[in-house]
């Protein structure tokens, strides 16, 4: 990669389509280099990684794509294996698969294999996550919490994550799960940093950690909480939380947005695939793998 290139990141909502007009991942292979691209997949997530890099394998391949490798360490050490860090090294883009995005904090944050990833990203390799591998982007990871509509307090708990993407809170599936009460909570006791929900089937691309751009069939939900008046400091455990005054933007396929500022920047209409799956991990893959197969 040249001094010039863009540092890109693709973060994605989860349950993105593989067998239909593939819109992200898509745009994926694209940036990744296309017909030269040396794609990396780190299934680790997820609880059939076979199954996983299978998938994707396949897709990745059918866009172009020549080359493309599997990183899945089983254990801690194991992300200090040379081997697997040499595949990152050498990649021009790299795709963290869904599933336990704990898995991810505890097999990959903060060992030789995690900090390869940071300086791919930083050459100008593009990351890609799509939901755990959209979490884990951040610096500080929603590893688990309450679902629902209403942000209560103590219902979702952070973990460190890789570091991609400072400043921002990721959560994923965002209005298939209802996610929008555990988001508000977090950045109502962290209101220093941005809350970011994804649909499914839907990313957040981000150039130079400043401009971000969606792309897919659902939205992109901000929510700046900097201004609000809160009182997450003195309310019980789960009990509803007083948020006023947080500044949300609902931002669909066509949007594009200055994080620095929570602005939007540009919008342009457009008309999305809407056939979205809304599978889990294991589900997923293998639906996936049984249609790419006919």
Known sequence: MSEASHRSLLVI????????????????????????????????????PDEVVDVYSTVFSRLGAPQIDAVNPRTRVASSDQELRDLVDNATGIFLSGGNQLKLSQLIVGTPLG???????ERGAVVAGTSAGASIMSQFMISMGDEGVTPRQRSSQLTAGLGLLPGVIVDQHFDQRARYGRLLSLVATSPSLLGMGID???????????????????????????????????????????????????????????????????????????????????????????????
């Open 13 to 48: 909502g989860g349950a993105e389509d593989k067998v239909g007009r593939v819109t992200i991942l898509r745009r994926f292979v694209r940036l990744a280099g296309g017909r030269k691209a040396r794609i990396v997949v780190i299934p680790t997530a997820s609880s059939v």
């Open 115 to 121: 900090e390869s990833i940071l300086k791919a990203y």
């Open 200 to 294: 499914e089937d839907t990313a957040a691309e981000i150039t130079d950690g400043t401009e971000l751009t969606v792309v897919g069939s659902g939205a992109v939900f901000v929510v700046d909480a900097r201004n609000a008046v809160t009182d997450a400091h003195e309310a019980r455990r789960d009990a509803p939380l007083l948020v006023t005054g947080a500044v949300v933007h609902t931002l669909p396929f066509g949007a594009t947005f200055d994080l620095p500022t929570a602005t939007l920047t540009d919008f342009s209409e457009k008309y999305a695939d809407l056939a979205v799956s809304t599978s889990r991990d294991r589900h997923d893959a293998a639906t996936a793998a049984a249609a790419l197969r006919r």
